[in-house]
C-alpha cells in the first residue's frame, strides 16, 4: 500500500517484485480482490496447493 497513484509509481513497484500495488485512499473491496487473486496463485503463500 502507498500514497504512491500514479502509473508509473504502479509500474515500478511491480517492477520492484512487489504483488500488487494498492493506493491510498485504501478501498477495502480493492484490498480483498487483491487478496483473493494473491490466494488462488498460492505461490504467495506457504500452503501447498489442492490435490485434484
Known sequence: MTANAFE??????????????IAKPI????ILENLERMRQNR???NEPAEKS
Not at 513497484?13 to 500488487?20: R, V, Y
Not at 478501498?27 to 480493492?30: E, F, K, N, P
Open 8 to 21: 508509473e509509481d504502479r509500474k515500478k513497484a511491480i517492477k520492484a517484485g512487489m504483488n500488487a500495488h
Open 27 to 30: 478501498s477495502v473491496d480493492i
Open 43 to 45: 505461490k504467495y503463500f
